[in-house]
């Protein structure tokens, strides 16, 4: 349940409430929004008489039960207000959330080695994209395909970041990886495969370091909030949800179904800012121009992109990887699509001469 | 396979071609595109050698033998060139097409009565959509629900047209209700549950009647592109494809899944012009603007929408439809939207002040 | 809701109950079990005062209101009794049931011609089946495929069992093909992509004509109990239902997934017969054998099994089809298992001899 | 690809031939099956030239490329002959493959406490089953769902092992755990929602520990031999497939879709010994026994079953958890059809009067 503190409220006051609902054997936290304070409470919370609870202070507005079986997830515990998530880089803050400007996220699949990344990073910055993304461990369905160049490939990214000023996203596979991969991330990755990894959740939790989690393939809604519950629970309030296409019964033109009408839906659900990722969610590069513009007019906070400099020769996913060229023709349909939603501000100026010299030298 | 003829080719030496085609034994077909004649062959075409064609004229541009098993659906039997489907109605022709405006087609699940569909019809209309859409026969899960008004709803659809000049898509159901139904429907609509009624295609392929084929709920790609084949097959080249949602494992917050990777994947595929239905493809009024905005801009041809004068007491679909109001304004964004992406000139000029009056008369 | 009569009330006695009922605008129907009588209300049952009725009788057992949207479809209706579907044939009355032997539907996917259909109907025979399937008119995805000989193919159907005694079972496409189909089959198919064919299952239910209603590709428990209800509430009590496999993301190794767990589910919903189709629900014969074991060892009521004189020739289903030898050892295990499962009495006591006899000669 | 070695063919022959094979840049794997002994080679084999190898020596008497993704798991990687595991419990080894007696698995969801674990084992031993399964480590959708006792859970079975000389099952979530949970494991399980966690399956494939591997919710089978491959390739050859069920779209009746066909496809595909889940592969214990029979049928060799002392207050998984008393008679049933098929000599010898008193104590 939820206690909505009163605007303008003292803080010494709220602070005296928290302190008398301590002896309540539950989890209790404080929400500070943009207008107003919430405090949550999660536990057993059915056993708590409201009317008590209002005596303890008449600064208390309103006290709301939620419902969902996720609570820290849910809309009502942020008493409606979306969060924002505000992640340092070298080029400044970037915000996601609802009332802030769309942020793309591109690069490769994987890490392949320096000039490649470097490369990709500098088309991606050129673009006016603020996060780099590439895989340094890859979860492959055979065990004999590219895993990925591990740790070498953390390395790699922090060169990439220094030459351009990007943000990272890489994804992290295994507990005892993530200590290493939050050193080199600014936003740490939870695939698909490991949405349920609940080991790796937890840990992930325990951690304040932004994650980025991904839709398990054949997840649910409700599970996949569920998931991002178990990182919130253990502490860690800064979680983005990101659609990658959905399983379904036919694969024949395209990889996954992606499936858009999770912004509306998930917008009634949660507070918590949603990524779109065209390229896994099609599975093609062709597609992925289109999806990501309908994502923009979804309403989607970010977009996740795959470009590589040559898919062709690709170690993973060549055949969903934008060329430089496509990727820089498509952020500038982007940017103005995303201006005429009045979400286009977090774009760079680069101009579309320097654009199109990043795009050439690679 | 096609046979594509040389621009300018005079059409004396067309029909030339065609009648020395005429000794295969194929099915032969004139396709008049923009630019250039393509003709059509389908059938046993594998045994035909190419060279012998090559001979019969030198107008011959390019022989392409269709690997697709849908062969008149395929992008390749109009080498290339999208269909355009002109419907005639009482406010003018109104063409479904890749290169033309948006079409938007809105109404009520079921014709419940003569006020509510007439004054429904009035505010589409002046909301600058193009058809009027209501169930006269309706598929419906229990034999114990509301089955439609049948043939008199069909009575009640004509004095909408006349009232508003809108043209109408209505359902049919049933192979013997083929013929009244397309006395009445400017397009006649093959439900979801109907797609793969063969027997109903090829009835809906002996008529000229423009057809809006429904994608089945669990149907692949291909096979929506065969049903629509057996229409092409039987002699009727107008077909819209309709996505609708397909079913899929999470259904706790929407009815279906929309697919809105269709758009871009049917245009790597087909010819034919294609419309997305948000309704039922969420299943809930809320999410239908944004997933409208999102098919815009996935750059679909045209929109079906549900809006009833009261969702709340609606026969059928009721959480599904949109209250004239919330259809009005997002008919305004939507018809900003078309025209930022090149495609809003086929609305109508209604005034802001005439729409609300239209609204609030219902 | 049903009334339970208590046992031994007199015929006269339920009559004037039924007489009594007679002014509540519901639908009446009384449904005489094995041991009590039970009478059906379907409709308006809500405002039903129960001790109105109780007062009407002192023979009124019970009266219990179906909570399924499936009323005349649910156990509860028939007070737990399961439905027997008594079927003549020139061979002796077959009887579909729970408390009946297993019973068995071969034959090929398509009528192909006079010969091939009498020679598989021998072997059907011999190997103690007791009815003959046979596509005269079939549903493909495909336009140019072979679409059945049509009513042609009835009148060798009509051979066949005049030749074997077999009863026949084959499909019905469309509403307007109904008379004819029923005339010549014993029960009349209806099949996946008809399942919500609503106008055909009404005309079906119009008839008495046993009715096997396959379960749609994609089609929910509920949804195929609800178009069995259409049937029913039609005035047609004897309809039979057939698992043939359900639509699923994976389609490498099978066509279909073969949901087994059926049986026990519609155990608890409904009295009505179940089949499983072992054929369709994997889609390739080397699957078949096992799966129809397991379908016998899950309590199936009857099993439909392709079989063709030459599955690499057949015209349509052949890879899903067994040759006559394989069907002939097949029937001996299954012969066996239902036995052990004490549902094996309505085999024919063909011997070896003459089943190997039978086989060779096709 | 695979080289066959003649019988009869001296050990120190198929030495050199290793030896002259080590030079090649593959790895090489001895099979020792039971007729001959099979050579694998796994890596870059396409350059070899079959010709050279042949040379190598008379004592080869077949080479096969294996076309499959998964090499080490496919049925030709052992010239189809079917893996054998044998795993020591106290009360003797227990071997699972196809060749051998059905194995049952039993047991609650969850170790609760001492008492409950202990006296399940007592009634599960009395039952004829062979193993003994209880979770330590539960992956749970809910974070505040109970998780598991963890590690002293771990000690809770070892008191049962060693009261019943039953073998252990339990599930490791986390690759930090795996070594203890091996330690006390007969077998270590890794769930569902791991099939595709490839740290852990890599560490998995590190020890020589049995792996039984669950089918993912939504993994092909091809996704889950390619998991299986993992381990393989990590060099555990010790893997039992289980299958649990598939996400599907109709979850109204039960929890996941058995998917039962995967027994006669996995036969066609790969060596590796299968074990069905109908507890899990339903989610309701009132369909287990039928399931569990159709299983038989289908001819698994092993079947897991939960079972708990008073499912109503189980901590997890209670509704799909059968009573001591319901297992204990399914248990005669499966083993009197187990028999029926062939592969009954597995069960103890308790008399029915032991069963009884074993399931009263409880």
């Known amino acids: 349940m939820i206690i909505v503190i009163k605007p303008q409220t003292p803080t010494i006051e709220v602070h005296r409430i928290i302190n008398e609902l301590s002896h309540y054997p539950v989890n209790i936290e404080k929400i500070q929004g943009k207008y107003k304070v919430v405090i949550g409470l999660v536990g057993e919370t059915n056993s708590i008489n409201l009317e008590n609870i209002q005596q303890i202070s008449p600064c208390i507005e309103q006290m709301i039960r939620v419902k969902q079986p996720f609570k820290r997830a849910s809309l009502e515990y942020r008493h409606g207000e979306p969060s924002e998530i505000a992640v340092p880089t070298p080029n400044g803050i970037v915000t996601f959330g609802q009332n802030h400007p769309l942020v793309v996220v591109a690069g490769p699949c994987s890490v392949e080695n320096e000039e490649m990344i470097v490369e990709t990073a500098q088309v991606v910055k050129a673009s006016g994209a603020q996060f780099l993304r590439g895989g ?9 395909a590219f895993q990925g160049h591990g740790e070498s490939a953390l390395y790699l990214l922090a060169k990439a970041r220094e030459a351009t000023g990007l943000g990272i996203i890489t994804e992290v596979m295994d507990t005892s990886d993530l200590e ?3 050193q080199f991330a600014d936003v740490v990755q939870i695939g698909a495969r490991n949405m349920q990894n609940f080991s790796l959740l937890k840990k992930a939790g ?7 989690l991904k839709r398990g393939m054949s997840a649910t809604i409700e599970e996949w909030l569920m998931a991002a519950e ?3 629970a253990a502490g860690n309030p800064n979680v983005i949800l990101c659609e990658r296409g959905i399983r379904n019964f036919d694969r024949q033109y395209t990889r996954n179904t992606l499936d858009l009408s999770v912004v509306p839906v998930l917008r009634t659900l949660t507070h918590l800012p949603i990524m779109i990722d065209p390229s896994h969610g099609t599975g093609y590069s062709q597609y992925v121009p289109t999806m990501a513009k309908a994502s923009v007019a979804a309403g989607t906070d970010s977009l996740m992109i795959e470009v590589h400099p040559n898919p062709s020769s690709a170690l993973s996913d060549g055949p969903q990887s934008l060329t430089p060229a496509d990727f820089v023709e498509l952020m500038q349909e982007i940017h103005s699509l995303a201006q005429y939603f009045g979400r286009g501000k977090a774009f760079s100026t680069a101009t579309t001469v320097q654009l199109r010299a990043a795009c050439i030298n690679v």
């Open 206 to 212: 325990a951690t304040l370091k932004p994650i980025l």
């Open 180 to 182: 290493v991969v939050a």
């Open 136 to 144: 340094a461990y890859k979860p492959r369905t055979s065990p004999y």
């Open 230 to 232: 178990y990182i919130l």
